[in-house]
Nanobody, 120 residues
Framework: QVQMVESGGGLVQPGGSLRLSCAAS????????MGWYRQAPGKQRELVAA???????NYADSVKGRFTISRANAKNTVYLQMNSLKPEDTAVYYC??????????????WGQGTQVTVSS
């Protein structure tokens, strides 16, 4: 099966930076898109950023110019560099892999989530 392991969350002051990583492991042949979502208390989960296998990216308006998504295809790993963090960025961040090919199967997978807290 496929496992998604996230790392890099934590507590940071406003204006600070964090880098999240998410590695997919297993008998993976290919992954279509990878992305980061977040969910704040009392709110719905929302897309933060996504990147295709070809490198095309998509960002939520609220993070454009501050966050950068990147991907290491050979490692099945996606990163999220978060700069100029604001208190409203506080949430649990989840990575997602879309269109994961394992043998004849194609499925989507979620990470377990990592807490990001922006506070002074």
């Amino acid at each position: 099966q496929v496992q998604m392991v996230e790392s890099g969350g934590g507590l940071v002051q406003p204006g600070g930076s964090l880098r999240l990583s998410c590695a997919a492991s297993g008998s993976i042949f290919s992954i279509n898109a990878m992305g980061w979502y977040r969910q704040a208390p009392g709110k719905q989960r929302e897309l933060v950023a996504a990147i295709t296998s070809g490198g095309s990216t998509n960002y939520a308006d609220s993070v454009k110019g501050r966050f950068t998504i990147s991907r290491a295809n050979a490692k099945n790993t996606v990163y999220l560099q978060m700069n100029s963090l604001k208190p409203e960025d506080t949430a649990v961040y989840y990575c997602k892999a879309d269109g994961v090919r394992v043998g004849i199967y194609l499925d989507d997978y979620w990470g377990q989530g990592t807490q990001v807290t922006v506070s002074s």
